[in-house]
């Protein structure tokens, strides 16, 4: 099982990125995944997560409108689109698989020892 982000960097604030996870080793379509954001100093917390077949969709408060979550199951690809970006968005965003949970929310909410995550990628909202 392999989870591989890309689309992290430098942006200024109000710009966009888009992130990617590539999976492989599983069919995504069969798994609960997300993202999470880890600030320095502090715990991994839920970003956005979205359920298996794709059924629902979560995000944290301060992402709600800015972020879109979405996969590729056919690419076994997650994304997740950020737009008008701020420094408090700055982290290393992690993608986050699990096959047990079946909600967005319950991804999001919690990790756990069943989860399979990616290496991560950093995220900088600077001027």
């Known amino acids: 099982v392999q989870l591989v982000e890309s689309g992290g960097g430098l942006v200024q604030p109000g710009g966009s990125l888009r992130l990617s996870c590539a999976v492989s080793?599983?069919?995504?379509?069969?798994?609960?995944i997300g993202w999470f954001r880890q600030v320095a100093g502090w715990m991994r917390d839920g970003v956005s997560c979205?359920?298996?077949?794709?059924?629902?969709?979560y995000y944290s408060g301060n992402v709600k409108v800015r972020f879109t979550i979405s996969r590729d199951n056919a690419k076994n690809t997650l994304y997740l689109q950020m737009n008008n970006l701020s420094p408090e968005d700055t982290g290393v965003y992690y993608c986050?698989?699990?096959?047990?949970?079946?909600?967005?929310?319950?991804?999001?909410?919690?990790?756990?020892?069943?989860?399979?995550w990616g290496q991560g990628t950093q995220v900088t909202v600077s001027s």
């Open positions: 979205i359920s298996k077949r794709d059924t629902t969709t």
């Open positions: 986050v698989a699990n096959a047990w949970i079946t909600t967005a929310e319950g991804m999001c909410l919690n990790t756990r020892t069943s989860d399979y």
């Open positions: 080793g599983f069919t995504l379509v069969r798994y609960a």
